[in-house]
């Protein structure tokens, strides 16, 4: 248990330093940028001065022709970082009193982070392309009792956990409701990668009181398919909604018979949904 809840820890100072990098490269960028509009150099250069730009906006008013022109230029480096939760299911499989297979889904909810970093194609992140690393935790812990075998044999669960650590690359298209490239939109995501991870489901027998558990760990490809709904708050600044499905590797694999014997075995399902609000912040 120790040992989980460290590696989820790591996880997420891992999340979180990236989440400064992206703002610290950020202003770097802002300072970088309004150095080179400020130079002038040429009387070319000074020209652009007397443009008064509206980025939310993308177009721009030349003061000199009175004409408003579409700006050719946005923000194109996004960073995204979102907290939400997460649902997946053990397959519990054990055999009752009478000689009969019970099957059970044993739902495990947890929390749910990311921190995306990447680049808009288009303005308002129509297109948008990067990668996203994120870290999950979730878990059970019912005190679920379960009558096994043709003997008097009675089992409590007494822990039931799941990691994971996840790198994916991702894409997806951002649908404008409103004409304002900024304004409401909906989008769709798709996401490929690696997911590693693992956990661990322990029993105890109630008369005995002795303990029974078995771990899993391993490292295997995961694909996730999402949608997202965002609205602006501020210029640069949007608060988003997203909804996601992910298929990757069972987080815990118990065969038959691993529980030292006992006649209980399962999986967690391969395919968890997960449920995340955070900021797109553009840069």
């Known amino acids: ?53 509206n ?23 996004v960073a995204s970082p979102t907290y939400g939760l997460s649902l997946l299911f053990f ?14 889904n044993i739902p495990m909810p947890g929390i749910d982070l990311r921190h995306f970093n990447g680049v808009n194609v288009s303005p308002g992140g129509g297109f948008y392309y990067g990668y996203e690393i994120g870290v999950g ?18 089992y409590q669960l007494d822990e039931l956990i799941a990691f994971r650590l996840s790198f994916m690359f991702k894409h997806g298209y951002r649908f404008n409701i409103s004409p304002d490239p900024d304004g409401f939109s909906l989008g769709l ?37 999402g949608f997202e709904a965002g609205t602006p708050i501020r210029e640069r600044v949007r608060l988003s909604t997203r909804l996601a499905l992910a298929i990757g590797p069972p987080l815990i694999d118990v065969p038959y018979g691993d529980l030292s014997g006992i006649e209980m075995w399962g999986q967690t399902t391969p395919a968890f949904i997960s449920m995340r609000v955070g900021f797109r912040m553009m840069h």
């Open 55 to 77: 980025k939310n906006a993308h177009e721009y008013s030349d003061t000199n022709t009175g004409n408003v022109v579409k700006d050719t230029d946005w923000d194109r480096r």
């Open 137 to 154: 935790l979730n878990f059970n812990s019912s005190d679920r009792r379960y009558d096994v075998g043709d003997s008097t044999d009675t």
């Open 189 to 225: 995501e798709l996401g490929l990668g690696v997911m590693g991870g693992g956990g661990e489901i322990k029993f105890r027998h109630v008369n005995t009181n002795r303990a029974y558990n078995s771990g899993t760990a391993g490292v295997a490809p995961v694909f996730e398919l």
């Open 91 to 104: 397959e519990l499989r054990y055999n009752d009193r009478f000689n009969n297979q019970r099957d059970e």
């Open 1 to 53: 248990m120790k040992k989980f809840i460290g590696i989820f820890i790591t996880g997420v100072i891992l999340n979180s330093s990236l989440a400064m990098t992206s703002s610290f490269e950020a202003q770097a960028n802002k300072n970088q940028d309004r150095y080179s509009y400020d130079l002038v150099l040429f009387p070319q250069v000074h020209k652009l001065n007397s443009r008064q730009e």
